[in-house]
């Protein structure tokens, strides 16, 4: 899933290429793309759009009029930028935005179609879809401890939900917890203040960075190649490979649809933890010690 760094990148494209341009009009290749009846999607065309922002992973166009059509990539959804008398992919295309210097094109791949957008009128309207989390880039250090202690999660789950932190997902987490140094297992209520200063640390750090890293790769261009996976990553999709800090090879835990991963040397003393999946089949063979 697109995550803070992908969709700011997405916005400040989408801010140079639409902002202030007039939608001609509305193309829906899918039906079911389109989650709202009130208003409708029809009474955006014509409308000049007048910004463009960031609800969490959630992009917002505004148009004139106080319309807003809000843009949810969940997992597979994926923006494309199509220059006047370009052609976006037929057969994972959604939506296209038609405006007088280009297209854009809301896509999807893979047969479970989760992306969606809404049209709504109004800021109260629109307020709705604000699940409330905090924006650690500029959250103060008492916000975000408060946040963090507001209930007793794991660290990986309060820094992947959108009620507590904006646009933190799976693949930032693993990143930011690996640059703190803290088990995505913590509880968050039991960790000290100085692992909470690191943690906000971290997490500024490398939605800083990453944020830049994209954003030079993109020299520019539309985002092209917008993926949880990168080369350069830390500890994210890494299973198995070596830690870039100490050269462990980085353990994962897998549960339902989602993963953490993590150095066991860096992050938890040298201690694997338990996969639930693993340890039923492997039973006493587990091994809870990275030197084992």
């Not at 992050?267 to 063979?285: E, F, M, P, W």
């Amino acid at each position: 899933m697109p995550e803070l760094p992908d969709v700011e990148l997405y916005r400040e494209a989408l801010d140079a290429r639409v902002l202030g341009r007039k939608l001609r009009g509305i193309t829906l290749k899918s039906p079911f793309v389109l989650r709202t009846a009130v208003p409708p999607l029809a009474a955006l065309s014509g409308r000049t759009v007048t910004s463009i922002e960031r609800i969490g992973k959630r992009i917002v166009l505004g148009f004139e009029g106080d319309y807003f059509l809000v843009v949810h990539l969940m997992i597979a959804g994926r923006l494309q930028w199509k220059p006047e008398g370009g052609k976006a992919p037929v057969r994972i295309t959604l939506a296209l935005l038609d405006f007088d210097n280009g297209t854009l094109a809301l896509t999807e791949a893979g047969t479970r179609k989760r992306a969606s957008l809404h049209v709504v009128q109004g800021r109260e309207a629109l307020a709705a879809f604000d699940p409330g989390g905090i924006d650690v880039m500029t959250s103060t250090r008492e916000e975000f401890e408060a946040r963090l202690l507001r209930e007793n999660h794991t660290l990986k789950r309060s820094l992947t939900d959108p009620a507590l932190f904006s646009g933190i997902g799976n693949a930032y987490s693993d990143e930011i917890l690996h640059r703190a140094k803290l088990s995505p297992l913590a509880m968050s209520q039991k960790i000290s203040s100085d692992e909470v200063g690191r943690l906000l640390d971290a997490a500024r750090d490398v939605l800083f960075e990453w944020t830049n890293r994209l954003r030079e790769q993109a020299g520019g261009l539309f985002p092209a190649k917008v993926t949880a996976f990168h080369p350069e990553m830390a500890v994210h999709g890494k299973f198995k490979e070596p830690c870039p800090v100490c050269g462990a090879p980085v353990q994962r835990i897998v549960y339902a649809e989602n993963e953490a991963n993590y150095c066991a040397r860096c992050q938890t003393k040298g201690v694997v933890l338990a996969d639930r999946a693993l340890s039923r089949i492997l039973h006493k063979s587990f091994s809870r010690n990275l030197d084992d």
